[in-house]
């Protein structure tokens, strides 16, 4: 089959498109703090979710906020006490994260996305 100019570059574009968010749901799979984790962290919830109910959920979780990262769903929080990454998990966060390969913004929608498909895991 000859694909036109057009075609191809569509094709080829797309084909560099999924192998990007293969990639980047792979960085993001193996980026994400285990359950028993402390110390400095992002803490990523679902985008849209209510400032308030983020700031609610990371107290229940017993977080010390440090700062919000520029978008309301992701916090910079911190716990000396072993365990935060489970409790902010069981609170609604998406998962928590130490320092990131990539932008927030961008981590933010791979945990999300992330989230979604551990959720059709068995």
Do not use: N
């Not at 968010?21 to 985008?47: K, W, Y």
């Not at 928590?96 to 996305?113: D, H, K, M, N, T």
């Amino acid at each position: 089959m000859k694909l036109s100019g057009h075609r191809l570059a569509l094709a080829l574009f797309a084909g560099v498109i999924a192998a990007w968010l293969i990639g980047m749901a792979v960085v993001m799979r193996h980026a994400a703090l285990p359950a028993d984790a402390s110390g400095t962290m992002l803490a990523v919830f679902e985008p849209g979710t209510p400032e308030d109910q983020v700031f609610a959920a990371l107290t229940r979780a017993d977080a010390r906020i440090l700062k919000p990262s520029g978008l309301s769903f992701i916090w910079v929080v911190s716990s000396d006490e072993p365990g935060l990454a489970g409790r902010l998990q069981r609170e609604g966060a998406l998962g928590a994260y130490r320092e990131l390969p990539v932008s927030p913004v961008i981590a933010g929608c791979f945990a999300f996305a992330d989230a979604k498909v551990a959720s059709f895991a068995p």
